[in-house]
């Protein structure tokens, strides 16, 4: 079964400060993994995807096997980094299930 | 076209009722799916439709009726339903999994 833990139910930093949001995963065959966001009133959309380690808007995520995590970070938060992060899961090969943490509050403080 | 439209965006039915919501997309993509979202909580997976043919039900109740009239197209029927189904519903598509999913906007339901 695919299970995804986000332990931080609620996130706050100041700005400027560096920022991690934690998330580890259970799934026994090869995770493709992702970070979706969620602004206040606005649509979820798609922040990173693990297959591409890209950097969007300032934030990496590296998928580490080992630990099974995939931990969302930032050097300098930004106010407008204010939102609901989720962490999701999908089995690599073709399965189109889609699983999603229980997400992580991110303020971040003037 | 890069966005998945959902109509309606807000709709209140009583529970004898019989309605529809809506989805559309014209990127292309081949797999869409219906969503579930309660305040505060992640999207639950409801429905996958894989080219046009229902490839993942989550054990849904009955009262939620999905179609897929074509590759572009995606509805969900309601009816009987109850309270507690008051929710905000998502639509989305994606071209293969790995690159990710785009989300509609959502209709918010109220059911009373």
Known sequence: ???VTQPEKLLSVFKGAPVELKCNYSYSGSPELF?????SRQRLQLLLRHISRESIK???ADLNKGETSFHLKKPFAQEEDSAMYYCALTAQGGSEKLVFGKGTKLTVNP | DT???QTPKHLVMGMTNKKSL???QHMGHRAMYWYKQKAK???ELMFVYSYEKLSINESVPSRFSPECPNSSLLNLHLHAL???DSALYLCASSLRSYYGY???SGTRLTVV
């Open chain 2, 102 to 104: 785009t989300f509609g």
């Open chain 1, 35 to 39: 970070w979706y966001v969620q602004y």
């Open chain 2, 22 to 24: 809506k989805c559309e």
């Open chain 2, 3 to 5: 966005e998945v439209t």
């Open chain 1, 58 to 60: 300032g934030f990496t």
């Open chain 2, 41 to 43: 909580k992640p999207p």
């Open chain 2, 82 to 84: 109850q309270p507690e």
């Open chain 1, 1 to 3: 079964a695919q299970r």
